[in-house]
C-alpha cells in the first residue's frame, strides 16, 4: 500500500515541478532547485532520468515565459504596458 502512495506521490512531481519555473521566473533557479529530484524520480518510477530531465528543462522554460513579471517587463520594453493585462491572460490560457 505504501509503495503504491509512493509511485503516485513520485508520478505526480513529475508532473508539478515543471511549473515551478513560473512561480521563480528563472528557469535556471527551476532546474537548479529541481533537475537532481526530477532525475531522481524518474528512476524510482522506471522513466528514463534524461528524457525526464529534457522535459524538466523544456517545460520550466515555457512556463517562466508566462511569469508575470516577464510579461510585464517585455510589455514596458516595447512600449506597450496598457496590453499588459490582455497577453498575460492570452499567455495563461497558454501555460
Known amino acids: 500500500m505504501l509503495s ?7 508520478e505526480a512531481k513529475i508532473l508539478v515541478l515543471p511549473y515551478i519555473g513560473f512561480l521563480t ?3 535556471t533557479a527551476s532546474n ?3 533537475i537532481k529530484l526530477q ?3 524518474a528512476v524510482q518510477v522506471g ?10 528543462n523544456v517545460s520550466s522554460s515555457f512556463m ?7 510579461i510585464a517587463l517585455s510589455t514596458s520594453i516595447c512600449q506597450i504596458s496598457s496590453k499588459e493585462n490582455e497577453i ?8
Open 4 to 10: 503504491e502512495f509512493s509511485l503516485i506521490l513520485c
Open 25 to 27: 521566473g528563472s528557469n
Open 32 to 34: 537548479t532547485m529541481f
Open 39 to 41: 532525475t531522481q524520480t
Open 47 to 56: 522513466l528514463s532520468p534524461v528524457l525526464l530531465a529534457c522535459i524538466q
Open 64 to 70: 517562466t515565459m508566462v511569469n508575470s513579471s516577464r
Open 88 to 95: 498575460q491572460k492570452q499567455m495563461t490560457l497558454a501555460g
